[in-house]
Structures are given as C-alpha cells and as structure tokens.
C-alpha cells in the first residue's frame, strides 16, 4: 500500500485490525515530534483503550477531552484547544489523531489544519456516521452561532482508520443517525445499495461493514470528481438543505436536548424528496418507497407551523445560497440526483407543511 495521497488527496485508507498496524507505521514514518489524541467522554470511556492498546508508537501522547454533542463544535473550543496544543508543546511537527464522531473529527480536523498554518491530523470515526460520512471528503468546519459549518475549510487527513468493532457501544440512536447519511448515498448514487440498505434491520448488522465501505466508496467517488464542490459534491448535500435548517432550530428551541443531525437528516431528506416529485419528476411509487423506509427507522419530528417561518429564514441563511435562490439538491429517481439552483421559498414551505401534517 501507498502512503502517499493522490492528487486529488484522498488519504490512506485503512480497515480493521490491519489498518492498526498500518497507522503505527505510517506515523513512526512520519517522524511527528509529539501526538495529541482528541476524544470527547464518550469517546475517551468507550475507545480510548480499544485504540491506544492496538496503535503502537514510541511518541509521547496527549489525550484531550471534550464534552460530547455540537454544542462544542464552535469557534471557543477551537480557541481553547489550540491553547491547549500551545501550553502541552505541540509544534509544527507535532500530529492530532481525532478519535470520535462527526463533531470531533470536524473540529479536530479544523484545529489541527489551521494550528502553525497546519499540521497533520489523522481520522480514527468511532460512530457509524463519522465511518460512512464524516470522516471523508476532506471538510472540516465549526458552526457559527446556530448556524451550520459556516466557518471552515478543505483539510485531508493523512489518513482514516476504520474499526467497527467501535460500533459495539454506540446507541441504537446514533446508529440510525448514520444510517441515514448511507441511505442517502444510496438514494444520489446507487438504487443497489438502497435495496441492500433496505433490507436491513437495527437488530441485525451483520453485513455492516459491506456497506460501509459501500457508503465509503459512493461518497469517495462522487468527491474524487469534483473534490471543491462545484457540481456532482453538491449531491451529498440532498436532505442537508432543509435538514441543517431543522438542526438548527432544534439547537435553538430546545439547546439542552437538541435532534442530532442524522434525525434532521432523515427529515430533510422526506421534505426534498417531495419535493423533487414536484420538481424533478420523482415518481409516485419512488417517493412511497422512501418515506416508508424512512418513516421505518425514524420518528416524525416535533415541528409545528409557526416553526416554519424560522425553518425558512434558516435556510434563506444557508451557504449554498446564490442571490437569493436557494439551491437545493433533487432526486429524478431512486439512485439519480441533480442540483436545482433556484428552489422558491413558498416550494419549501408547501414541503414542509406536507411532512408537518
Ligand atoms: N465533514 C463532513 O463531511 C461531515 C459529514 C456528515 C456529518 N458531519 C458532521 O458530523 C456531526 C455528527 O456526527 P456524529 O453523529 O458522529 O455525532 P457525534 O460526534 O456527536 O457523536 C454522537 C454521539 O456518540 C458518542 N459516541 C461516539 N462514538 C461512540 C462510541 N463508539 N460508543 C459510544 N458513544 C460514542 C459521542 O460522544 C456523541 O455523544 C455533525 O456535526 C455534522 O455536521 C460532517
Ligand atoms: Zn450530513
């Protein structure tokens, strides 16, 4: 295996009890001065020793903790942790490997990018989302007030490490949260792994890590093409649209028990189908499949009307805005998206309230 990254900087890749042996070796090539492991409690009670008793390395570590959840994916933890970086020595030459979920591998990865205008950062996702999605693709952000990944940059890890027996202890919760960025890639990209993705039950993943690096695979190739977002990338967002505005509200309305993202996920990707069968001639029978399997795994949200004009007023915030449109990514089928640039408000509205009532 090659270490280096491709041109269009796709990291190493590395799997299960193997993939160990190859971080080792990859960091001990490196020759880093020091290495900063980022976790949050979770984290730190569940993964920590899985980790550090099969990665092997002679450099002297630093363990970081942060409270769980994105409340702390925000520009005040990134303060306080580049200060932590300064105060335990860290240096140009000094590494960070994020061992956690979407939220620690999005701000450690921001972190580490920026800290003496870069250093190396490795991905280790301990949630299925982070193996699936997260971890991937090279974004890395933190979010701005209430506001989504507003603040960020393209940032790729040396490499990733994916081990699924972290899964072991992960809530059937975030389990479903992950499920529904892999449905997703199904629905963009491939009808064959939606139809597998279908066929499964949360009490039985026992061909799980088949359809990770399916997952893995879809989203890899989609950002090898087109790696700054400027056409086919924007198909990851289907569902993230009106999904990061419902996100956001939770934060709002109910901060000390806000939905997590692959809920609000789920949901935005019920309202953006329905509306791509008004918009981008989704068949009848497609839209039924996926509100029935979706409706399967999640609950419907408690959102009223009079949260729609904030749900609006979100998204009229959100970055892939232009001039006022809102830009919306759209299923033509199961298995085939297109990016519409021009979305109306009052078409998301009738979307909205249709998933409302
Ligand atoms: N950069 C990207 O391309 C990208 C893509 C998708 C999502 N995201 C971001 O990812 C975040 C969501 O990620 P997430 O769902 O992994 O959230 P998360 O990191 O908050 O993890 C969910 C919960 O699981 C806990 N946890 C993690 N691993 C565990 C384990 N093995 N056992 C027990 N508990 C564990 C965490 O402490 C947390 O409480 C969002 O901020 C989203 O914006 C980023
Ligand atoms: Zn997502």
């Given at each position: 295996m090659s270490f280096n990254k491709s041109i269009n900087q796709v990291p190493a890749l590395l799997w299960g009890e193997r993939g160990y042996d190859l971080l080792s070796e990859l960091i001990e090539k490196k020759a880093y001065s020091m290495l900063f492991v980022l976790v949050d409690t979770n984290t730190n009670e569940h993964c920590l020793w899985p980790f550090m008793s099969q990665f092997k390395t002679d450099l002297p570590i630093e363990i970081i903790e942060l409270d769980p959840g994105e409340s702390e994916k925000n520009i005040e933890t990134c303060h306080e942790l580049w200060h932590v970086l300064m105060e335990h020595g860290g240096d140009r030459k000094s590494a960070v490997i994020n061992l956690g979920g979407g939220v620690i591998t999005d701000i450690g990865g921001f972190v580490a990018s920026l800290f003496k205008r870069g250093i190396d950062f490795f991905h280790v996702p301990t949630t299925l989302l982070a193996m699936v999605d997260a971890a991937h693709g090279g974004k890395t952000a933190v979010d701005l007030g209430l506001y989504k990944n507003q603040v960020g940059l393209f940032s790729w890890?040396?490499?990733?490490?994916?081990?699924?027996?972290?899964?072991?202890t992960l809530s059937p919760r975030a389990m479903r949260c992950g499920l529904a960025e892999m449905l997703k890639h199904g629905l963009i990209q491939s009808k064959t792994h939606w139809d597998s993705l279908k066929e499964t039950s949360e009490k039985d993943w026992s061909h799980l890590e088949g359809l990770i690096k399916d997952s893995v695979n879809i989203k890899n190739a989609i950002v090898d093409v087109d790696p700054r977002e400027q056409n086919e990338r924007k198909w990851l967002n289907f569902g993230h649209t009106v999904g990061h505005a419902i996100e956001s509200l939770f934060l709002d309305k109910t901060p000390e028990n806000p939905i997590l993202h692959g809920e609000a996920v789920a949901a935005g990707m019920l309202i953006e189908s329905y509306l791509s069968m008004q918009l981008t001639h989704l068949s009848r029978a497609d839209y039924f499949e996926i509100d029935y399997i979706i409706t399967r795994f999640f609950d419907t949200l408690p959102l009223t009307e009079t949260d729609v004009p904030a749900l609006l007023a979100f998204m009229a915030t959100d970055k892939k805005n232009n001039n006022g449109k809102v830009g919306c990514t759209l299923l033509c089928e199961i298995g085939q998206a297109?990016?519409?640039?021009?979305?109306?408000?009052?078409?998301?509205?009738?979307?909205?309230?249709?998933?409302?009532?």
């Open positions: 890890p040396e490499a990733i490490l994916i081990d699924c027996t972290f899964l072991e297109t990016f519409v640039e021009d979305v109306s408000i009052d078409q998301f509205e009738s979307a909205i309230l249709h998933y409302i009532n």
